[in-house]
């Protein structure tokens, strides 16, 4: 059975309780339910108004006012009208001209009809030819111009992946040769002097240098292979839980309070074992920085919920730690980058691969001084569901 919150573990209620938490989260996201709900409405106002309007007023609206439904409306209605506008001076013209051919003879109807004729050509080339023709050198245009464009962000995207290719590979060589070449020069130590009273310390140290690359290389193949997703029911509550139980014995050597709110989260379908190891490189992240810091009353928050439509559930863990600069936090997703001493750099990469296996998305928020903050939202269906055989 996985422990309450109210366990030995340091775990303090948010201020004001869970449930007042609880329900400040769940006005939010009322707020911004009610606010999307709006939205909608207001856009199917709009398209009714745009498929029974005859107002030709509206004509002149501004493009970017519009959706792109409402501007292949006006586009057709336009062209609509130009025919229409072409028949009520053709039908006349017709008419005029046979009346004039039976009445008063060719001649009186060939110098009206050619003078008039001539009008309506005009009428007709301008008013229907030239804005489909127009219409046609626009998309031919933008066809090359955005062919261009392709072709230079294609030549800037390989650039770019060449670049992050090379980056990889020198955080990968550097990551592996160091402890090496530590332990190379260790050993040859030792077999300068093999009863020396240092070898045992040596050995031990080099010992180390070897571990250390050999977690750098099972962090690395870890984040190079498909991780294998077991798909099940769970409760994120318990998993939250369950993560934190494992810090328990840190938290309180390095006087950690951890304020928890995880009761609102429902059940949701995932890989348990996944998803508690991300909360526990998060919040392990969290205490790493604490200690760096030496932070002066640590404290990481941890809640949990549901979006007002229950078809997500997202994970908040917050700290009050030394933060990160914007340059830094661009890059805490990227493989092998990391400011710690002793770290691999390869943590958040798995984390991220971890959530994006499971349809989710997740988000770093922080400043200098002010803590960082991560936002973890999965779908309750997983899209990694087996098909019913």
Do not use: C
Not at 342 to 371: F, N
């Amino acid at each position: 059975m996985m422990r309450e919150p109210h366990s030995p573990l340091p775990l303090e209620p948010a201020p004001g309780g869970p449930r007042m938490d609880h329900r400040r989260s769940h006005r939010r996201a009322l707020r911004e339910e009610r606010r999307r709900w709006q939205e909608q409405v207001r856009q199917q106002h709009r398209a009714q108004h745009w498929m029974t309007t005859t107002d030709d007023g509206d004509d002149e609206q501004p493009d970017e006012d519009l959706t792109p439904r409402e501007r292949a409306y006006r586009d057709a209605r336009r062209a609509a009208n130009a025919r229409i506008g072409f028949l009520a001076h053709f039908v006349p013209y017709a008419a005029v001209n046979s009346f004039l051919l039976l009445v008063a003879g060719p001649r009186a109807a060939f110098w009206v009809a050619v003078p008039w004729g001539f009008g309506l050509a005009l009428h007709y080339f301008f008013a229907i030819v030239a804005p489909d023709l127009r219409n046609r050198w626009i998309e031919q245009e933008v066809d090359t111009r955005v062919g261009a464009d392709v072709s230079r962000e294609k030549v800037a995207l390989e650039g770019q992946q060449a670049k992050r290719i090379e980056e990889l590979s020198a955080s990968i060589a550097h990551e592996i040769r160091n402890p090496i070449t530590a332990a190379k020069s260790l050993v040859q130590q030792m077999g300068e002097d093999p009863a020396a009273n240092d070898n045992v310390e040596y050995a031990n140290v080099a010992l180390e240098e070897l571990d250390r690359v050999e977690r750098s290389i099972s962090h690395l193949l870890r984040f190079a292979r498909d991780e294998d997703i077991e798909i099940r029911e769970i409760h994120m509550a318990e998993v939250v839980t369950s993560a934190l139980e494992t810090f328990r014995d840190r938290l309180h050597d390095l006087g950690v309070t951890v304020q928890q709110d995880v009761q609102a989260a429902g059940v949701m379908r995932g890989d348990p074992e996944k998803l508690r190891r991300v909360i526990i490189n998060l919040v392990g992240n969290a205490l790493d920085a604490f200690a760096d810091a030496h932070t002066a009353d640590p404290t990481i928050h941890v809640q949990a919920g549901e979006n007002l439509a229950g078809s997500e559930v997202w994970v908040r863990v917050r700290d009050n730690g030394p933060g990160m600069e914007p340059e830094r936090l661009t890059k805490i997703f990227s493989p092998f980058y990391t400011s710690k001493a002793s770290g691999t750099g390869l943590g958040l990469a798995i984390t991220k691969k971890v959530v994006d296996a499971h349809g989710g998305s997740i988000e770093a928020h922080s400043d200098p001084g002010q803590g960082t903050e991560f936002v973890l939202t999965f779908p309750k269906a997983s899209s990694h569901e087996e098909p019913e055989r």
